[in-house]
């Protein structure tokens, strides 16, 4: 139903910025819940930032005044704006969406590896 690809993961010192995009097959407008979640070696998988019906925002509050999600529905992509990287946001980084009515109802994208150095 919808096809999730990841850009802007990189390596980065700490208090550096990146930006990651996802960039969506289909048309943002109409999917439930779109954002990000991360996972780190040895660690679940968490939600990093997601966005609700099209603006609702919610983050994790390790995240909390230092990431932005946005969403662009004109390009179908949301970003993450990451400021402040600290080494403890190293992980693989996917776009994440629920299509509730449809079977699967959650998509992901392929992830993108973000490195945050000391």
């Known amino acids: 139903q919808v096809q999730l690809v990841e850009s802007g993961g990189g390596l980065v010192q700490a208090g550096g910025s990146l930006r990651l995009s996802c960039a969506a097959s289909?048309?943002?407008?109409?999917?439930?819940?779109i954002g990000w979640y991360r996972q780190a070696p040895g660690k679940q998988r968490e939600l990093v930032a997601e966005?609700?019906?099209?603006?609702?925002?919610t983050y994790a509050d390790s995240v909390k005044g230092r990431f932005t999600i946005s969403i662009d529905n004109a390009k179908n992509t949301v970003s993450l704006q990451m400021n402040s990287l600290e080494p403890e946001d190293t992980a693989v980084y996917y776009c994440?969406?629920?299509?509730?009515?449809?079977?699967?109802?959650?998509?992901w994208g392929q992830g993108t590896q973000v490195t945050v150095s000391s």
């Open positions: 994440h969406a629920l299509l509730p009515w449809t079977r699967p109802s959650d998509y």
């Open positions: 966005i609700i019906a099209g603006r609702t925002t």
């Open positions: 289909r048309s943002t407008k109409n999917i439930n819940r």
